[in-house]
């Protein structure tokens, strides 16, 4: 009987601890990036409090790119046309309602503190560059 108390303890602990959005969708999420016209420049970068920081070049339109829940931000450049920062919008990850039902509060803060609370929604966007005038 001892044993099965200590497990249950330990399951519990467990439980407490860990974050159930970040178990189940993790940390960061796929997004798609389309651009019109194709072949533009992405950038993803780490943003803020506003303040845009380490932006490095992650490939060409149309692609696929692997996002932090926590602070992303994604521009799109092609020479010729005016740079866009992509405006990237979040709803609450479905995960966090098992937090609230069947953990603990802690569990709840882990999730909002790495991202996982959150997640990209729309997981595609379309980005219309403007040529620009001279």
């Known amino acids: 009987m001892k044993r099965f108390t200590q497990a249950l303890a330990a399951v519990a602990i467990t439980l407490a601890l860990s974050g159930c959005a970040s178990i189940q969708s993790g940390t960061s999420q796929n997004v798609k990036v389309s651009s019109n016209p194709a072949g533009a420049t992405v950038y993803v970068a780490l943003k803020k409090d506003g303040v845009v920081t380490n932006k490095v070049a992650?490939?060409?339109?149309?692609?696929?790119?692997?996002?932090?829940?926590?602070?992303?931000?994604?521009?799109?450049?092609?020479?010729?046309?005016?740079?866009?920062?992509?405006?990237?919008?979040t709803k609450m990850n479905p995960w966090m309602w098992g937090n609230i039902l069947l953990t603990s509060p802690l569990s709840t803060s882990i999730d909002t503190s790495t991202g996982a609370s959150r997640e990209y929604d729309p997981g595609e966007y379309?980005?219309?560059?403007?040529?620009?005038?001279k």
């Open 126 to 133: 379309m980005v219309d560059l403007q040529a620009v005038t």
């Open 58 to 89: 992650v490939g060409v339109t149309p692609l696929t790119v692997t996002l932090s829940r926590k602070h992303g931000a994604v521009f799109v450049e092609k020479e010729g046309y005016t740079p866009v920062e992509v405006s990237l919008t």
